[in-house]
């Protein structure tokens, strides 16, 4: 396909038990069908209910630094990036049960840096609002439970 991994784990741990590993490592995956993988569906869902309706992000970039603990990964810095927007998460997940705790901070704009976009001009009048899309991620992988912790909504009238 069109998509590249780049990935790096140095772990330990009894070749019996696959969540006994230990250790530590890092990803990149560079795809552009990156918005249809199973944990940012929701999202995606999520996102078209907001005043701007985004209903694909165009996100094709995802990397994080990971360490693993006796069965339990740790996400540190895990970002996903597309042309214009930026979505930042940390936590972790259980390996064997695939349960989810996470931070997940969405910015709409975060990567439009073009002057000249008409939809620079846009984020200068919603810029509160490209940081205020924060979400406490819980649930599994295959049912995730998303829950905003900011509402846009009541912070900007008229959305």
């Avoid at 069908?33 to 944990?39: E, K, T």
């Avoid at 078209?48 to 970039?61: D, I, V, W, Y």
């Avoid at 997940?104 to 002057?115: I, K």
Wanted: include cysteine; aromatic fraction near 6%; hydrophobic fraction near 40%.
């Amino acid at each position: 396909g069109s998509g590249s991994l780049d990935a790096y784990l140095h772990a330990c741990g009894s070749i019996d038990n696959p969540y006994s590993y230990s250790g530590h490592g890092s990803f990149t995956i560079r795809d552009k069908q990156l918005g249809a993988i199973q944990l940012l569906g929701p999202l995606s869902m999520l996102l078209q209910g907001t005043a701007l309706g985004f209903t694909s992000f165009e996100l094709n970039e995802m990397s994080a630094k990971i360490n693993l603990e006796e069965g339990v990964a740790h996400f540190t810095d895990l970002q996903v990036n597309g042309p214009l927007t930026r979505i930042e998460a940390a936590g972790l997940m259980k390996l064997d049960s695939h349960t989810l705790d996470m931070r997940v901070a969405v910015h709409l704009f975060g990567n439009t840096t073009n002057r000249r976009n008409p939809i620079t001009k846009i984020t200068d009048i919603v810029n509160p609002l490209s940081a205020l899309l924060r979400f406490e991620l819980g649930g599994t992988i295959e049912k995730q439970r998303w829950r905003s912790i900011y509402d846009p909504r009541k912070l900007i009238p008229g959305l």
